[in-house]
Nanobody, 118 residues
């Protein structure tokens, strides 16, 4: 069973940084792409960043390019989302999912809340 657990969220001031973690269990981590999504109040869930199963390819939403970095540590079965220069509009619940091709193999977890506010 594919399971992912997000952590690392919190309250941060504008311009600050956070690093989110997505820890995987129950599956061969390295054969899945991992996506980070976020959902702000009153808005639909949106893709923020993605990393291929090998880690050799990454993609970002235009709104976070140059500020967020996705990376993975296969030895720890963990994908990270480093978020710098945070803005109030980055406030959302952040989720990670496992994917092969276009098929999502993990259920949505509880996510981790990120709040950017002064």
């Amino acid at each position: 069973q594919v399971q992912l657990v997000e952590s690392g969220g919190g309250l941060v001031q504008p311009g600050g940084s956070l690093r989110l973690s997505c820890v995987a269990s129950g599956f061969t981590f390295s054969i899945y792409a991992i996506d980070w999504y976020r959902q702000a109040p009153g808005k639909e869930r949106a893709l923020v960043a993605a990393i291929s199963s090998t880690g050799g390819s990454t993609n970002y939403a235009d709104s976070v390019k140059g500020r967020f970095t996705i990376s993975q540590d296969n030895a720890k079965n963990t994908v990270y989302l480093q978020m710098n220069s945070l803005k109030p509009e980055d406030t959302a619940v952040y989720y990670c999912t496992a994917r092969r091709g276009t098929i999502q193999y993990s259920d949505w977890g509880q996510g981790t809340q990120v709040t950017v506010s002064s």
